[in-house]
């Protein structure tokens, strides 16, 4: 029995293997996006609870740092950092911290903007040729050496005005620094960029069914969500029954072809 929450994760985990049959992927994808379970290892105290973005609270006698293991969403899965913070912690979380102030412009009125019951940064690193990992720290690390920016966002828990979400924006400061030489045509982890974020990033769609409750004790922590339109979407699928258009495409899940040699004049 013990065996069974182990399994679970690593099925979850599985869901975004690209060797898989498509049918098979895309059945997994779904069941992760119905039943969205990670598991956590760091240090911290905290319990939360979410049902929809309407209603995001939570109660944390410090805040929590950690990496975390498992499924959340389609982006964030497998494996990924995590900072997070509930009240009385996230009221002045930003006033503290490193983290960036928002860009000029975007601040909202008083009763447009969410309280931040629980503040949330994730970060999971993007790194095909190993060009190290995320440093961690207790806190977010606002500079990140790599190939390619980081896979990131921040979110604000909220009551009765929606939580905000947003990705977080990596800038790239050795092109900033006057070196026009093209990334993306360096394939050595030694020419590696240092990127800086911001919080200058697009919002980032809500999943307006979820419930989710988040607990994390000392050095480990759970949590496990559902989304019952997801749900319903995964049992469909079964039967070849997408209404939420997420299946994944042949193309989409094929690696593609390498590029054919030039001819030799």
Known sequence: ???????????????????????????????????PVSGALGWGISASVKATPLLHVGLGLSPVVCVRYGYMDRTFRGKWYEFSACMPWSFWLTDISPVP????????????EPLPLVYRW????????????????????????GRHPPLSRESCGALLVPESRNELGWHDLRY??????PLPTLSSPGHATLWEVS???PSVPQAW?????????????????????????????????????????????????????????
């Open 1 to 35: 029995m013990k065996r069974a929450p182990a399994a679970a994760l690593l099925l979850l985990v599985t869901a975004g293997c690209s060797h898989m049959p498509i049918y098979v992927r895309s059945r997994l994808a779904d069941l992760g996006d119905a039943v």
């Open 122 to 145: 994730q970060i999971r690193r993007e790194a095909p040729s190993g060009e190290g990992e995320y440093p961690g720290g207790w806190e977010p690390q606002l500079r990140q050496w």
């Open 209 to 265: 069914d979820l419930f989710e409750a988040d607990l994390f004790l000392g050095f480990v922590g759970l949590r496990v969500g559902l989304r019952p339109v997801e749900l319903g979407d995964f049992i469909l699928g079964i039967f070849g029954v997408d209404f939420m258009s997420d299946d994944y495409e042949t193309a989409e899940a094929t690696p593609l072809a390498e590029p054919a040699e030039p001819a030799t004049p």
């Open 199 to 201: 919080r200058d990033g």
């Open 101 to 112: 102030p928002r860009p000029r412009g975007t601040e909202r009125a008083w009763y447009a």
């Open 176 to 181: 900033a620094q006057g070196d026009p030489e």
